[in-house]
């Protein structure tokens, strides 16, 4: 899968991993994305919401059958802008 596909779609409602981080605070955690900013993801993981910055970290997103690893500088942007970029 390409890293096109992933910047393309909205990532609201995806599953998450943090793969690598250069904070050891955000390795590990792994959840549902509900919500997203230019800097940051929030991620809901056991009913607690933990907001990651998208420049330190690398990513492994889940849609159903497709997995994507993306590190987080390819995806910072603001969510409308990310979209149009790809274009």
Not at 41 to 49: H, K, M, P, R, S
Not at 64 to 87: A, L, M, N, Q
């Amino acid at each position: 899968m390409s890293v096109d596909d992933i910047r393309r779609r909205e990532l609201i409602g995806l599953g998450v991993e943090i793969l690598e981080s250069t904070c050891d605070l955000y390795l590990g955690i792994r959840g549902k994305v509900v919500d997203e900013s230019r800097n940051t993801l929030t991620i809901e993981q056991d009913g607690a919401e933990k907001k990651v910055p998208k420049d330190c970290c690398r990513f492994r997103f889940d849609d159903g059958s497709r997995t994507y690893v993306v590190s987080g500088k390819e995806i910072k942007f603001r969510p409308e802008d990310r979209i149009k970029k790809v274009r």
